[in-house]
């Protein structure tokens, strides 16, 4: 499992809520990585585009891809 930190040194868990460069809470999510490690992410998908399509997958972005500049917790 990967550990992230946010740009306040808080220590950011699965269900936290955080803030992605001051844009709107997102929740965050555990995930698995494309090697089958465990790993947080947070809503890649369109939700409108889910509420139609049955058979699509909700995909995420893995907290890797972001600076922890980036990331802040939100209390």
Do not use: W
């Not at 929740?27 to 490690?37: A, E, L, M, N, P």
């Amino acid at each position: 499992m990967y550990n992230y930190i946010d740009k306040y040194n808080n220590p950011i868990n699965a269900n936290a809520m955080i803030s992605v460069s001051g844009g709107k809470p997102e929740k965050v999510y555990s995930i698995t990585d494309q090697f089958g490690r465990e790993d947080l992410g947070i809503n890649a998908s369109n939700e409108e585009y889910l509420r139609y399509h049955s058979g699509a997958v909700r995909e995420y972005y893995s907290l890797s891809n972001f600076d922890c500049l980036e990331l802040e917790v939100m209390s």
